[in-house]
């Protein structure tokens, strides 16, 4: 199995300046999203391990409503060796969360709020902020980032304000299709489980039309269960 160290060599980061938008998603080899509905059935100790380090070198976790939902979203602070890591590098000792909803549809009691280890953000629009935004006021920061629809740009804006220029986004499948479709992507990491489910389970992609968008292959593990790791990052 890959060391912690190993992992934080192969994915490390090309400087901090700009913002750098990377994505983390699991996949079984015929391309299926989840398991019995929930991506962490495809994973393994790897993955676990891999999300872990993604999330100690991250500014701000970024996830969309639907995922936090279907996958019982709660706190995603890292442990007491990466919270070393981030004080030897200048970094506040764990990631912010930041939710984009942009209905607000969520409960202020939910974990991804009640379990949190900060105030998250929560991203929405400006209508949605408008009708509903008080009900979050005492559990998160709501920020309105566009009228019908967030504006995904505006948003990383308003994290670089904040000194968020690393951010790392887990899900779910629609925001990785907004983002792309923004050509916001710099980075993909893609585990593999060597897995065939069939069903009727997604793609780590939905809701962007159809384009040919070029990744270049930056990196592979591979550990003792036959899951790869693959890193791709914007050609």
């Known amino acids: 199995m890959p060391t912690r160290s190993e992992l934080f060599d192969a994915y490390a980061l090309r400087g901090r300046d700009g913002t750098r938008v990377r994505m983390n998603f699991v996949s079984s080899a015929d391309g299926a999203v989840t398991l019995g ?12 391990a891999l999300m872990q380090v993604l999330r100690a070198m991250a500014d701000v976790v970024l996830v969309g409503a639907g995922t936090v939902r279907a996958e019982g979203y709660g706190d995603v602070r890292v442990g007491a060796d990466d919270v070393q890591w981030r004080r030897s590098r200048g970094l506040d000792e764990q990631p912010a969360l930041a939710v984009v909803s942009g209905g607000l549809h969520l409960d202020p009691g939910d974990p991804v709020f009640a379990d949190a280890h900060s105030r998250p953000v929560l991203v929405t629009t400006d209508a949605a902020a408008a009708a509903h935004g008080s009900l979050f006021d005492p559990v998160a920061t709501v920020v309105a980032c566009g009228g019908e629809a967030v504006d995904l740009g505006e948003m990383f804006d308003v994290f670089a304000r904040r000194g968020w220029t690393q951010v790392l986004c887990e899900g779910g499948p629609h925001l990785f299709g907004a983002l792309l479709g923004e050509d916001l992507v710099d980075e993909v990491c893609l585990t593999l489980a060597p897995r065939f489910v069939g069903g009727e389970a997604g793609r780590i992609v939905q809701g962007v039309a159809e384009s040919d968008r070029r990744f270049t292959l930056a990196g592979v593990v591979i550990d003792d269960e036959g899951f790869a790791f693959l890193r791709y990052v914007a050609a």
Do not use: K, P
């Open 37 to 48: 509905g929930r991506s962490g059935a495809l994973g393994g100790g790897t993955d676990r």
